[in-house]
């Protein structure tokens, strides 16, 4: 009788491990990767070396952009699975852990047949690896005065210059169905020149014109130089009237675009080979308009990197000449410190910051996030370990809750004064102290969960 239980049992386990794999896999196929993330999860519970497990675990992690699971995961594999260092080249460079990502990109070039076309494919990305690791070498150590999470349609009216500098108009143009640019026009002080950008063949180039008496001439191309077949536009001119700053997504990028630096020459009567001016105001996401103020030692440039579509994020910084840059032994510092995860607050930085210049739909959300003494966050979207994410989002709607019981108490309270029936106003007491209560509990709540969040994102950091 025991030997026919213990059959029954393990034909059940077995049976019931069976349909789990073909769950898993069924929500895989079908690209519900959120859901096949927890089956796979289950699976590697009781088979933690298990190559196809693991393999699609990390698939599930890299479609839902939790890059370092995906890392762990892929890593477990093995070489069953070449498939799985073209994942990691791409993880390794959006980690900017960027010789790691050659090495992987190059194991997986070594798969494939001499004559595969996504060999030129795979070099292109190598070469952006490279990049990434010659700019990893100099980190520029900046100093953030403030930052604006905006709409990316009409971004350019958070950048308060000084009318000394010149002055940036910002149009839409719809280059086909799916692509809208802006066309950016920079204006001189003295208004007598300008650089602007506009569609050539469906791409983006910039042009110069000067001014003729009351009319602009015809405007021709900045420079051979700058346009290229990529998308080239957001110029800027600094007040040396040669040092041109604009926006690339060329193969000189880390991806879409990236800010770069060049310089006009009276003996060659042209500009200089554009430099990309590197981390952290470059990323594998957009970044471009940068604006520098000489004068005030203050600069501005936009990124869209960790926002939602049709946001961007607006950093304003202490302009440093000649530059400083940031120096560590540790490279996940280093990596931080490229990518914006941490950065020093300026003494400028105010605490009430002006409402009128944010988008009024992300003024509550827009904070910068203490960690410790060296790490300070400027949106949720920063935390690295997921669960720290989660708290904090918490912490943010149990603020608005907050928010919410504050304001209908303030109107209870009022009520109260002007109520001049006994009852009502019996009433409305039961309603103050029931509100207050709820408020005194709320504040203890929103403590507690931006303690554990900040807790949980120290002990990922440092590995406690």
Not at 198 to 209: A, L, P, Q, R
Not at 219 to 240: Q, R
Not at 389 to 400: C, D, G, K, V
């Given at each position: 009788m025991k030997f026919f239980l213990n059959n029954l049992f393990l034909f059940l386990s077995l049976t019931l491990a069976a349909q789990s794999v073909s769950e898993a896999e069924a929500l895989f196929n079908n690209k519900q990767f959120a859901k096949a993330k927890v089956a796979y999860e289950a699976l590697l519970k009781r088979k933690p070396n298990d190559a196809l497990n693991n393999y699609r675990y990390a698939r599930c992690n890299h479609e839902l952009n939790n890059f370092e699971t995906a890392i762990k995961h892929f890593e477990m594999v093995g070489s069953r699975f070449p498939l799985k260092d073209l994942y990691l080249g791409e993880l390794y460079f959006n980690t900017y852990q960027f010789e790691m990502s050659i090495e992987a990109y190059q194991n997986y070039i070594s798969t494939l047949a001499p004559d595969d076309k996504k060999i030129a494919e795979v070099e292109a990305l190598i070469k952006k690896s490279e990049l990434g690791a010659k700019l990893l070498n100099r980190v520029e150590n900046i100093t953030i005065i403030d930052s604006n999470i905006v709409n990316k349609s009409d971004f350019l009216r958070f950048y308060d210059l000084n009318s000394e500098l010149g002055s940036l108009s910002q149009q839409r143009i719809r280059l086909n169905a799916k692509t809208t640019q802006d066309k950016?026009?920079?204006?001189?002080?003295?208004?007598?020149?300008?650089?602007?950008?506009?569609?050539?063949?469906?791409?983006?180039?910039?042009?110069?014109?000067?001014?003729?008496?009351?009319?602009?001439?015809?405007?021709?191309?900045?420079?051979?130089?700058?346009?290229?077949?990529?998308?080239?536009?957001?110029?800027?001119?600094?007040?040396?009237?040669?040092?041109?700053?604009?926006?690339?997504?060329?193969?000189?990028?880390?991806?879409?675009?990236?800010?770069?630096?060049?310089?006009?020459?009276?003996?060659?009567?042209?500009?200089?080979?554009?430099?990309?001016?590197?981390?952290?105001?470059?990323?594998?996401?957009?970044?471009?308009?940068?604006?520098?103020?000489?004068?005030?030692k203050t600069g501005w440039f936009a990124t869209d990197r960790n926002q939602p579509v049709t946001k961007v994020a607006i950093y304003k910084f202490e302009y440093n000449d000649p530059k400083v840059y940031f120096r560590t032994e540790d490279s996940l510092k280093l990596r931080n410190v490229?990518?914006?995860?941490?950065?020093?607050?300026?003494?400028?930085?105010?605490?009430?910051?002006?409402?009128?210049?944010?988008?009024?739909?992300?003024?509550?959300?827009?904070?910068?996030?203490?960690?410790?003494?060296?790490?300070?966050?400027?949106?949720?979207?920063?935390?690295?370990?997921?669960?720290?994410?989660?708290?904090?989002?918490?912490?943010?709607?149990?603020?608005?809750?907050?928010?919410?019981?504050?304001?209908?108490?303030?109107?209870?309270?009022?009520?109260y004064v002007v109520t001049s029936s006994i009852s009502e106003k019996q009433k409305q007491a039961d309603q103050i102290r029931l509100l207050e209560t709820s408020a005194i509990q709320l504040k203890k709540d929103i403590i507690k969960k931006k303690k554990e969040a900040i807790n949980k994102e120290i002990n990922f950091l440092y590995g406690n």
């Open positions: 950016i026009t920079f204006t001189t002080q003295r208004g007598d020149r300008q650089f602007l950008s506009d569609s050539v063949k469906g791409n983006m180039n910039i042009f110069t014109s000067y001014k003729l008496l009351d009319e602009w001439a015809p405007a021709v191309s900045a420079s051979t130089v700058i346009n290229t077949k990529a998308n080239e536009n957001y110029p800027f001119l600094l007040l040396d009237g040669i040092s041109l700053y604009f926006a690339s997504d060329g193969e000189n990028s880390l991806g879409g675009y990236d800010i770069f630096l060049t310089k006009y020459t009276s003996s060659s009567k042209d500009f200089l080979t554009p430099e990309n001016i590197g981390f952290p105001f470059n990323s594998p996401a957009n970044d471009y308009m940068m604006v520098i103020d000489e004068l005030h490229a990518q914006l995860k941490t950065f020093k607050t300026s003494k400028k930085t105010q605490n009430q910051v002006n409402v009128q210049k944010k988008d009024p739909e992300l003024v509550a959300t827009n904070h910068f996030i203490v960690i410790n003494d060296s790490i300070i966050y400027n949106s949720p979207d920063q935390f690295q370990q997921t669960m720290a994410m989660q708290l904090y989002n918490e912490y943010l709607l149990l603020n608005n809750e907050l928010h919410k019981v504050e304001e209908t108490l303030s109107k209870a309270r009022t009520e």
